[in-house]
């Protein structure tokens, strides 16, 4: 009878290993982005990779999500779990908006902005990761979480700096050539700062449940 009953309890590794194994697409998919707006040849190669990182991570949301809802126990609160898992999967689907732009627009040539604003997301990526494998001993990792939480935030506002730097520099060379290519630039700016946006809610929601379990 115990053993039947210890069979239904939830295996805590089970959560941090799927979301650990969402946090290395999360990287995967990150480094993808970056050589993409290195343009040329890698374009198309490397779109398509970003779609299959997106496919498998949209698996392991889904596996996140049964879980949560079959568990008796859970790590966390069943609504952190769900946030957090959620926003780290907005983050990569917003990856593959970028990639959708890009291939839409048949783009093969980024600015430097663009490419410093992925390297800020290959950044945060890493973070994320570090983050989740700390939420292992939340309590114990409280303060490094809170500083890993930061350091996303702090990566944002770099992304957002970017953002509107390559906004103004397409402004003024759209005043003198084809604004078309301010129109194409600014969805492409915007679809980047939205992946920072999300890894932002990420982090949020990691500070959410360090708070929730001190």
């Known amino acids: 009878m115990f053993g039947w009953f210890q069979a239904l309890l ?5 959560f941090f290993d799927l979301a650990e194994r969402h946090a290395a697409l999360l990287i995967l998919g990150a480094n ?11 374009v198309a190669p490397c779109a398509a990779r970003i779609a299959q990182h997106e496919t498998d991570a949209d698996s392991l949301t889904r596996e996140v999500l049964l879980d949560v809802k ?3 126990i859970t790590p966390f609160d069943r609504t952190d779990i769900q946030s957090l898992i959620t926003s780290m999967d907005d983050a990569i689907d917003q990856m593959r908006k970028t990639t959708k732009l890009v291939m839409l627009y048949e783009l093969d040539k980024f600015d430097p902005h663009m490419r410093e604003m992925a390297d800020i997301i290959i950044k945060s990526a890493k973070l994320t990761a570090e983050m989740i ?10 303060t490094r979480l809170g500083t890993l939480a930061e350091d ?41 700062e939205k992946v920072m946006d999300r890894f932002e809610d990420v982090a949020n929601n990691v500070s959410s449940i360090v708070i929730g379990n001190l």
């Open 10 to 14: 939830p295996k805590e590794d089970r």
């Open 133 to 142: 494998t700390a939420l292992r001993k939340v309590r114990e990792n409280g």
């Open 70 to 72: 079959r568990a008796f």
């Open 152 to 192: 996303v935030v702090r990566s944002e506002d770099e992304a957002d700096n970017l953002h509107d730097k390559g906004l103004k520099e397409l402004f003024h060379r759209g005043r003198s050539g084809n604004a078309m290519d301010y129109v194409v630039g600014s969805e492409v700016y915007s679809s980047l």
């Open 32 to 42: 993808a982005l970056r050589e993409m707006l290195d343009g040329g040849a890698n």
